[in-house]
């Protein structure tokens, strides 16, 4: 494809992405569908369609109008590239611009929903503005070296071996950041023999303040994928079990695990009263995911007030329900992928008055401005 074929295709996918359809199926229907694109057309494609939601105002005032034409015209001109020289009408190209359409120039806005920035600017202060603009670019790839199997230097070794090259990440010191080969991860000797994992700096960081050493028996009681679980075992040496209220979500576990040179026990919600308590239940539930915005713009737009309440219930609900599982010297953790505080802090304040059961010991939080995702984690202990 040529690269104006491609701008032409993003427009194409943008148009029912911005009627509501998920990206990522309107991404993967299309990839299916053209055969004739190869994967390094179907990656620019990806990225036109990402940029533009990333800067889904800008790109629109940019362009002079909401829709995929206009977001990739004003795109381009947030990248310093003349949209005339793209959109020609020859080939597969875009039709040429109208004079209309000639006529914008480039122009910045807050690329976030309207009814979230009051949120935003509550939650960050100062970094606000900082926070904001880092939304607008795309993260890097960063990798968890398994410190069951290796050290972060040995997998840096292996990895630059087979062409993919890392720096390490201050975050963790399990945390590499990738800074060439990154499409060639997943076909990597070093990650399918489970030295490394994708998992972003933060949620390395966080796991890192769990208390590993001391606990025995970890719950991971919102495993998901088990990204989290298989960190936490790469650090501690007891028994790991894994739930979720969605079995389904626990499904590449098994797998992954495996890869990991972990033992991790799947537990259904009807088992976990008969197991003996936990020296350590985490919960990483589930969140606005506003920390994980750059990796996935599409959530951004498609977040509501209503669907953030919801979750705001849900997270206190999940937080009054795994405390049940705690031994009585054991730890309850908390984290979200959040960079709001109705998510975070506040919400950690609202459990520990509700329940009067528990004390603080530590909590942190990180930002894009760390080199990580958004993400917020809290450490609990009984009075
Ligand atoms: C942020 S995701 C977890 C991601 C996972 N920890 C990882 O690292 O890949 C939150 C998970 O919480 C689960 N969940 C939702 N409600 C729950 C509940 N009441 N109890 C336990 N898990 C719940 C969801 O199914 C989802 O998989």
């Known amino acids: 494809m040529t690269p104006a074929a491609r701008v032409q295709t993003a427009i194409e996918l943008l148009d029912p992405i911005l009627a509501g359809e998920p990206a990522e199926r309107v991404l993967t229907q299309w990839a299916r569908a053209s055969r004739f694109a190869g994967s390094k057309d179907r990656a620019a494609v990806?990225?036109?369609?990402?940029?533009?939601?990333?800067?889904?105002?800008?790109?629109?005032a940019s362009g002079g109008g909401e829709n995929g034409r206009a977001l990739m015209i004003g795109l381009l001109r947030l990248q310093g590239i003349d949209p005339e020289s793209i959109f020609s009408g020859?080939?597969?190209?875009?039709?040429?611009?109208?004079?209309?359409?000639?006529?914008?120039?480039?122009?910045?806005?807050?690329?976030?929903p309207e009814w979230i920035v009051p949120e935003f600017k509550s939650s960050l202060g100062s970094d606000f503005e900082a926070v904001e603009a880092a939304l607008k670019d795309r993260a890097p790839v960063i990798l968890r070296a398994n410190l069951r199997k290796t050290t972060r230097a040995k997998a840096t070794e292996a990895l630059s071996g087979e062409g993919i090259l890392t720096k390490s990440h201050t975050a963790s010191e399990s945390a590499l950041e990738v800074t060439q080969g990154a499409r060639q991860i997943r076909n990597s000797k070093t990650y399918r023999d489970g030295l490394v994992e994708l998992q972003d700096a933060a949620s390395q960081a966080a796991i890192d303040l769990l208390p590993m050493d001391e606990v025995i028996r970890t719950l991971d009681y919102c495993a998901?994928?088990?990204?989290?679980?298989?960190?936490?075992?790469?650090?501690?040496k007891g028994a790991f079990f894994a739930?979720?209220?969605?079995?389904?979500r626990l499904r590449d576990l098994p797998e992954r695990a495996k890869r990991a040179g972990v033992k991790a026990r799947v537990l259904k919600s009807a088992d976990l009263t008969k197991q003996d308590p936990f020296d350590l239940v985490f919960c990483d539930v589930p969140c606005s995911g506003t920390g994980t915005w750059?990796?996935?713009?599409?959530?951004?737009?498609?977040?509501?007030?209503?669907?953030?309440?919801?979750?705001l219930s849900l997270q206190l609900k999940i937080l009054t329900e795994a405390q049940n599982f705690v031994s009585k010297d054991g730890y309850l953790s908390y984290a979200t992928c959040s960079l709001l505080n109705c998510e975070n802090r506040n919400q950690i304040d609202r459990f520990l008055k509700q329940s009067g059961e528990w004390n603080l010991i530590d909590d942190h939080s990180w930002t894009p401005l760390d080199g990580?995702?958004?993400?917020?984690?809290?450490?609990?202990k009984r009075c």
């Open 90 to 112: 020859e080939g597969y190209a875009p039709s040429a611009l109208s004079s209309e359409e000639m006529k914008g120039a480039v122009s910045k806005a807050i690329d976030l």
């Open 224 to 236: 998901g994928g088990g990204g989290k679980l298989l960190a936490m075992a790469g650090r501690g």
């Open 46 to 60: 990806r990225d036109h369609v990402y940029d533009a939601l990333r800067q889904r105002n800008s790109a629109a």
């Open 294 to 311: 750059r990796r996935d713009p599409d959530a951004k737009w498609k977040l509501t007030r209503e669907s953030l309440d919801k979750t």
């Open 243 to 248: 739930h979720d209220a969605i079995e389904s």
């Open 372 to 380: 990580c995702d958004g993400f917020y984690t809290a450490l609990l």
